[in-house]
Every structure is written in C-alpha cells, then in structure tokens.
RNA sequence: CAUAUGGUC
C-alpha cells in the first residue's frame, strides 16, 4: 500500500485515496501522511502539504513528527520560501520538537540554492550549539552554493579547512567541487584535487568523471577528457 | 531492508 503510494507522483490520486481510507474508517498514521506529503511537495503542492500538516497539529488525526516537518521545510526550501520554511522551523522548535541534521540541511540546501550562503553558515553555527555535527550533504549544499557565486576560492579553502579534516568527504563533496573548479576554467587544478582524493583511498563514481570529462570538453580540452575516459576504465568504471 | 536532505545529464 505505501510502495503504491510512492509510485502514483499523482498528487490528486494520491489525495483521493487518502480520503478513501478515513472514509471506511482507517485513520492514516504518521507514516502514511508523511508519504502523501511528501508527494505533494514534490508536486510543488506544498499548500496542500501545510495543511495536512495543520489538521495534524490541531490534532484531527494523529500527530505530527519530525520527518513531517522536516519535509515540509523540504518542501518550502525548494520552492524558494525560505521565510516560510524558517517560521515552519522555528514552529516545531517551540512546540518541543529537535530538529535534527536532515531538517538543517534541507533548509542549508535551500539557502545555497537562493545563494544565501552567510546565512547557510548561520544556520550550521546553529546546529552546532545544538550538538549537530554537519555531514557531508551539509558540506556539498555549501560546496555547491560557494561554486555557484563564484566563491571558488572560498569553497577551496572550506574544502581544504573544514571537509577534509573531518574525514566525512565523499563522492558528492569534491564532484560538486570539481565542477566548480571547471566551470571556472581551473581543470588543472581539478585535476590535482582529484588524484588528491584519489591518494587518500577514495573511489570516484561515474559522476564525478562525468563532471571532469564534460568540464574538459566545455575547455576544449580534447586530450584531457580522453585522458579522464581511460582512468575511468583504470578504476573499472564503465561510461555510462 | 515501510516515510524526509546533497553532485553531472
């Protein structure tokens, strides 16, 4: 039933099924609602979303927890309404609910996108005094922001500074990085930081060659994205 | 391994 609701990214069956359920009688649970809300709010139906998140705290039907929150905020982030996402945030707060590093990093990695990095930062400093430790989506939301406003020097030196020492980078980090430094027309140094991950025992995916292979072609680097194609194979990667 | 967050296309 939960597998079917997943599948139909049908807001209005998704809607209708769900009235069916109470209708004969079957409250749905947290589990359920969280689903269909998410559904909605990724149908930018994030209205929809609020409100049964409304009838969930007035306490028609069961309650509220944080992944319905935090999904909500997921919701309003994208759709760039931060303001909104922020109030959502400091609802659940008052209401005695701890957000946790999901719900930071859905409302981080809807600052990054609307290019508020310093208030991105504020929020990690947040998180921190709440005893929340930044993972690595909350590094590559930066990561990525920083590339995005030409802050490439910023992203390096966060990179080198803060992700690396902690030893929480992974492939979605430094390919986000890549990219920044190859649309910045830094593939050398692209480069240098790759077989620097690559030293450190880690293994890139497709994507992160993918990155490099199109950040040299979009150089004109014809050897280069040959020379990129051959190490994937080296690494017992296959193009894709 | 029942529901929420990040990278290329």
Sequence with gaps: FLYALCTINNPG????????????GCPPDVLTLNTVIHGLCKASRVDEAKKILDDMKIGNVCTPDVITFSTVIRGLSDLGWLDEAFDILHEMQQRGYS?????????????????????????????????LRPDSVTYTAIIDGLCETAQLQKALSFWHGIVKPSRNHDDFIYTSLLRGMCKAGEFVEARNILDGVLKDGFAPGIVTYNVLIDGACELGLKMEAYDILNQMRENNLTPD
């Design 13 to 24: 069956e998704l809607l209708n099924f769900m009235l069916d359920m109470v209708q004969r």
């Design 99 to 131: 957000p946790n590093v999901l719900t930071y990093n859905a409302i981080i990695h809807g600052l990054c996108k609307a290019q508020k990095i310093d208030k991105a930062f504020e929020v990690i400093d947040e998180m921190e005094c709440n005893g």
